[in-house]
């Protein structure tokens, strides 16, 4: 916690925005690319220049070797000439090198000094973890969302681990990704030495995305439509008035009564005896909705039963056809074919006296 003294305390300075980075950032950017252009410009002359060497030096071993066979041992050593020449080449590409690597070496430092640095003061910083806190699932922000809803969450869900304002911030940090992570990583530092100053900083920027409260003038706007259904709008007109504080019951039914479209039967209904708070509503419109639903299922069975048969009735069976050219032979003087109710026939037997 960050020592106590006897002085008053004072007021919160006011979070500048973080332009000092961002000039630093530019300025290294445009040294970096006119360095970049540099070392284009010399890469092409010394690439130019190598080879111009390169073709000098196979020229003058050429002469060399023609003229070692026609002059004497005092003639001058070409080789030496085209091996220092050389040397002086990779002088000028070790230290070209060297300047490069350098100018990397600083874009890294700072951008390096950009990342490690922290927005929190010194004591939040140097704040131990305790030994058995674990960091619970917690809801993310991309800079999208209602930044009330996502500190209310925090804060429930953080109240139910730990009470220290250090593990507060360094856990509340770790909620952002994209362009709020962007934000929080541009903050100045030592900006916040509490958590009360990044909740401030954190609901001043994204301000604008803070959802506006619903109080009763939202009931004089709702209306149910044209094409939907009672039981649908009873829902969405519920859902609205959770989301309000310090409803008024009768009012707020006197609403409901009015919004209805004229002549239905929910609102002939509650017309005839008006109700005096939601539930009365509710409970009065549950029953009138499962009357509706039994008596739509009732009209579609009658009209089921009182459906008449298809025109083209299905095609007797095979069965059937036998049967009936059996009865037809029988009246045609044929034999007519047995049945279960005939009486038994013995066939004929001797019996022999022995």
Partial sequence: ?????????????????????????????????????????AIRALTAAQAKLEATIAELRKANEATRKTQDKESPNLDGLGTQKEEMLREVMQKFSDERSAYDSDY????????????????IQNEPKPRDFLIPPLPEFNGKGDPLNHLFQFKQKMALEVNNEAIQCKVFSTT??????????????????????????FLQQYNANCEAPRTMA????????????????????????????DVEPATTANLFVKSLQVGSLL?????????????????????????????????????????????NPSPPSTRDEKRKRQELDHTKGGKRPGTSRDPPRYSSFKYTVP
Avoid at 218 to 243: A, D, S, W
Avoid at 267 to 288: C, F, S, V, W
Avoid at 295 to 305: C, F, G, T, V
Wanted: proline letters at 8%; glycine letters at 2%.
């Fill in 267 to 311: 609102h002939e209904n509650l017309t005839m005896t008006p109700p005096y708070d939601m539930a009365k509503i509710q409970a009065r419109a549950e029953g009138m909705f499962r009357v509706l639903e039994y008596r739509e299922r009732a009209q579609k069975k009658s009209a089921l039963i009182s459906m008449p048969p298809p025109n």
């Fill in 176 to 201: 952002f990704f994209g362009p709020s992570l962007l934000w929080f990583r541009q903050l100045n530092h030592d900006s916040d030495s509490s958590f009360e100053d990044l909740r401030r900083a």
């Fill in 218 to 245: 939202n009931l004089y706007q709702i209306e149910q439509g044209e094409n939907e259904q009672p039981k649908l709008y009873l829902q969405r007109f519920i859902n609205l008035v959770h989301q309000i504080h």
């Fill in 1 to 41: 916690m960050p020592p106590k003294n006897n002085e008053a305390p004072s007021a919160v300075a006011p979070i500048a925005p973080a332009t000092d980075v961002s000039d630093q950032i530019d300025k290294m950017c445009r040294l970096l690319e006119a360095s970049q252009q540099r070392s284009d410009e």
């Fill in 108 to 123: 890294v430092e700072l951008f390096s000094r950009i990342t490690e640095r922290s927005p929190f003061a010194e004591w």
